[in-house]
T-cell receptor
Framework: AQSVTQLDSQVPVFEEAPVELRCNYSSSVSVYLFWYVQYPNQGLQLLLKYLSGSTLVKGINGFEAEFNKSQTSFHLRKPSVHISDTAEYFCAVSDRSSYKLIFGSGTRLLVRP | DAGVTQSPTHLIKTRGQQVTLRCSPKSGHDTVSWYQQALGQGPQFIFQYYEEEERQRGNFPDRFSGHQFPNYSSELNVNALLLGDSALYLC??????????????FGDGTRLSIL
């Protein structure tokens, strides 16, 4: 069975500082990986996805993530955060035999001025 | 281009009642998935509909049922509501054509509160 672990429930960071949100997954088969962002009282918005190919994936709003198969990780990074990046971030996994997304418990990014 | 729309936005019910939530997928999308997001947790997959049939189901009891219409819109029905059913219910659509790697686009959800 697949699972996703987001070890950090909350990450506080100052504006314009770099940030990394960690995601580790468990799966016995090849996976697809996603990062979503959820602003208060809203649904989830896709930031980026890894399906195959290059392990460095660039997404919207200046975010990027790197797929590391040996460490089963898919960490999300941004070199300089803004106040508007304050939100909940979810890592998700699926595989070729399944149509469902399995989500982690989320990481709240809190950007301070 | 309208995204995924869900109705109603908020709903209050009492234990034992039944509820129907509605979802219109993003234009051009043929697949609808439903997720339950309890407070402070990540979304959990309920089921997915494609070509008007349930093609995959998560670990939810039979009290949760759904339907997809010929125009691809969908309904989620929950019977015999329990306090634990209080959550944000998210609908997601995709253009899957049968493939599993297509990104899912989410609506803003229906907040269901059970008293």
């Amino acid at each position: 069975a697949q699972s996703v672990t987001q070890l950090d429930s909350q990450v506080p960071v100052f504006e314009e500082a770099p940030v990394e949100l960690r995601c580790n997954y468990s799966s016995s088969v090849s996976v697809y990986l996603f990062w979503y962002v959820q602003y208060p009282n809203q649904g989830l918005q896709l930031l980026l996805k890894y399906l195959s190919g290059s392990t460095l994936v660039k997404g919207i709003n200046g975010f990027e993530a790197e797929f590391n198969k040996s460490q089963t990780s898919f960490h999300l990074r941004k070199p300089s955060v803004h106040i508007s990046d304050t939100a909940e971030y979810f890592c998700a996994v699926s595989d070729r035999s399944s149509y469902k997304l399995i989500f982690g418990s989320g990481t709240r990014l809190l950007v301070r001025p | 281009d309208a995204g995924v729309t869900q109705s109603p936005t908020h709903l209050i019910k009492t234990r034992g009642q039944q509820v129907t939530l509605r979802c219109s997928p993003k234009s051009g999308h043929d697949t609808v998935s439903w997720y339950q997001q309890a407070l402070g947790q990540g979304p959990q997959f309920i089921f997915q509909y494609y070509e008007e049939e349930e093609r995959q189901r998560g670990n939810f009891p039979d009290r949760f049922s759904g339907h997809q219409f010929p125009n691809y819109s969908s309904e989620l029905n929950v019977n015999a509501l329990l306090l634990g059913d209080s959550a944000l219910y998210l609908c997601a659509s995709s253009l899957s054509r049968g493939y599993s790697n297509q990104p899912q686009h989410f609506g803003d959800g229906t907040r269901l509160s059970i008293l």
